[in-house]
């Protein structure tokens, strides 16, 4: 092999660990700061700072004190000023970038950071989602919303979500064949709806299921639950693309 391309490839090597991912955009999401880098080391807030939308397995290996499979590391007392206030039945508009995409599934959920579990059922499904096979990622990949739960739904939010950072409005996507795990964080109070209202008697808000594929969208639920979750987050993989 020749030296101009072995230069060649050792070029490509580096325009590759620096090339991106995706993340959330908006609303605001948990960024690093101070305290995540007391918790994660200040080498993963560093990568974060340098590309926002690497996935957690770059962070890897993390301190026990880190939870990287809670908003890749991020966490709420970096982001007191980032809280955004959230009332039952709310429509809630998101904005993603997507430079790389791997194909997965991806779901938008309220997300207990105490346990991280999610509340109720996901708020939005992708079986399919960042299909880097489409010669066009579909539009509903970078702009989607999310409708907060309604009556019982918005109670149970209501009771776990009561204080700021107990709960996040989280985007997850899993990108299968990469081996990579996206997480934004966006942290929230949340209202329900004054006793008596409408809103408070509504039947709950059926989750949404997006297909990533041809036109019709609408497609058979993937329904990441909780456990398929921490399947997906068992791999460790650090490939980078
Ligand atoms: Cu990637």
Redesign the pocket.
Known sequence: MGKSLLLAFAALAAAATVSA?GNITSPPARLPGAAMAKACGQTGVTAVLQDGTI?LENLLPSPASCQLFLCRGAVFADNTARVQTFTAGQVIPFTAIIP?P?EGPANVSIVNTATNTIIGTPLLVFDSYADESLPALPANNTAFSVTLPTGAGAAAVAANCAVAGACVLQWFWF?TA?K?TYESCVDFTFQAAAAGSAANTAAPVPAVVQSNGAAGGVVQGFGVTPAKRWVNRRFAGRER?
């Open positions: 991912h996935p790389i791997h990108g990469a990579q693309h």
